[in-house]
Every structure is written in structure tokens, then in C-alpha cells.
């Protein structure tokens, strides 16, 4: 069956710093991946997603990730953090079972230190 | 812009009341799908219509039961609300059955006096 861990429920970094949150997937067939992104009181917003195509995916707000087979990984990286980045990530993958369906992590939440 | 909109924002209602969620898309997608997001948690899915077809999850309650009237609209109604019920209810569209992308509302916050 298909699952997503994420390692960490709470991260936190400072301005400027490296953002880092941890992702590994469990998968029988070639998965398709995710990352979004959540502010308070708010929806989901998609971040990026990994459909087979590059290994390394650019998404918006200058987040990317790095899908890693061997690994079974899909950490979500920005190389400086800025305060309105702080919010929920969520890391998830969808699979199909006649109409694809989501099944997501548990969720990190990152706190950005001024 | 096509976007996925949920009405209310925020919902207030009363134990055992019958309360109503609603979700519109203007995005023209065939799959529409129903989350429920308590606090600090990952969202679940309840439901989802391929179309007019209705697909329940294996654990979702009895007590919660959804409305397609037609592609734009979709309703999640909860038939007597209890105090564990209280969530972020979000809903979701994706173009067709091969999409893998799932596009979401804003949620609707419900509060369960």
C-alpha cells in the first residue's frame, strides 16, 4: 500500500537559513508525489509535484524537490527561508484505484525565526 | 480566474443540527472530492464523485453524506453533527479520472456548539 511519511512534525529555521523537510514514500508502481503548503485558516495550495518527468522539480515560491528512487525520498528544499514561509507542509502521493486519490503525511509544520 | 470555492468560510452550528457545506468550481472538472482536516492533522477523504458517481470511503460515518446537482456543485451535509465533527472541511476538484492533481478550496472551518 501506498504511504507517505514525514520526518519532523515541527521544523525550525531562521531567516535567510536553509529549509529542509524530510519526505519518504512507500510505493508498489511509480509514484506520483507532492508537496503543499498550508497558512492558517486556509486551503491547500500546491507547491510542486513530481509526474516521472525530471528527477528535480522546480515549484513555486522557490521551493524544489529532489525525487530520490533509491532513496525513496522527496524532500522538499529552499535555499533561504523568509518569514512568510512559515505554515503547514504537507507531502502526499496519488494513486489510483480507478480515479486517483491522495493519501497524505502527517504533515511539518516550519517556524521561520526573524 | 477558475478556482475551486467553498461557502461558507467559517460555519457555526449546534449539536444534532443538520448542517450544509458547499463547494463550487468553476475549473469545469469531472472529480470532485470531499476532505476532512481536524486539528494538526492530515486531511482525510470522505468522499469523492467521479461525475455523478458517488464514492464513498470505507469509514466515513453514515452520518455524513454529499450532493452533486450538477459539475459545478458539490454538498457535503452532515446530518446530526456531534462535537467530534468540528473540522476543516475541504474540498477538492481533479480534470478527469487519469489526473493525479488535485486542486483545493479555501476549506470550511466548522464549529459544533
Known amino acids: 500500500a501506498q504511504s507517505v511519511t514525514q520526518l519532523g512534525s515541527h521544523v525550525s529555521v531562521s531567516e535567510g537559513a536553509l529549509v529542509l523537510l524530510r519526505c519518504n514514500y512507500s510505493s508498489s508502481v511509480p509514484p506520483y508525489l507532492f508537496w503543499y503548503v498550508q497558512y492558517p485558516n486556509q486551503g491547500l495550495q500546491l507547491l510542486l509535484k513530481?509526474?516521472?518527468?525530471?528527477?528535480l522539480v522546480k515549484g513555486i515560491n522557490g521551493f524544489e524537490a529532489e525525487f530520490k528512487k533509491s532513496e525513496t525520498s522527496f524532500h522538499l528544499t529552499k535555499p533561504s527561508a523568509h518569514m512568510s514561509d512559515a505554515a503547514e507542509y504537507f507531502c502526499?502521493?496519488?494513486?489510483?484505484?480507478?480515479?486517483?486519490?491522495?493519501?497524505f503525511g502527517a504533515g511539518t509544520r516550519l517556524f521561520v525565526k526573524a | 480566474d477558475a478556482m475551486v470555492i467553498q461557502n461558507p468560510r467559517y460555519q457555526v452550528t449546534q449539536f444534532g443540527k443538520p448542517v450544509t457545506l458547499s463547494c463550487s468550481q468553476t475549473?469545469?472538472?469531472?472529480?470532485m472530492y470531499w476532505y476532512q482536516q481536524k486539528s494538526s492533522q492530515a486531511p482525510k477523504l470522505l468522499f469523492h464523485y467521479y461525475d455523478k458517481d458517488f464514492n464513498n470511503e470505507a469509514d466515513t460515518p453514515d452520518n455524513f453524506q454529499s450532493r452533486r446537482p450538477n459539475t459545478s456543485f458539490c454538498f457535503l451535509d452532515i446530518r446530526s453533527p456531534g462535537l467530534g465533527d468540528a473540522a476543516m472541511y475541504l474540498c477538492?476538484?481533479?480534470?478527469?479520472?487519469?489526473?493525479?492533481?488535485?486542486?483545493f478550496g479555501p476549506g470550511t472551518r466548522l464549529l459544533v456548539l
Open positions: 475549473l469545469n472538472h469531472n472529480v
Open positions: 477538492a476538484t481533479s480534470r478527469a479520472r487519469s489526473d493525479e492533481t488535485q486542486y
Open positions: 513530481y509526474t516521472s518527468a525530471a528527477t
Open positions: 502526499a502521493v496519488s494513486v489510483s484505484t480507478g480515479v486517483f486519490k491522495t493519501i
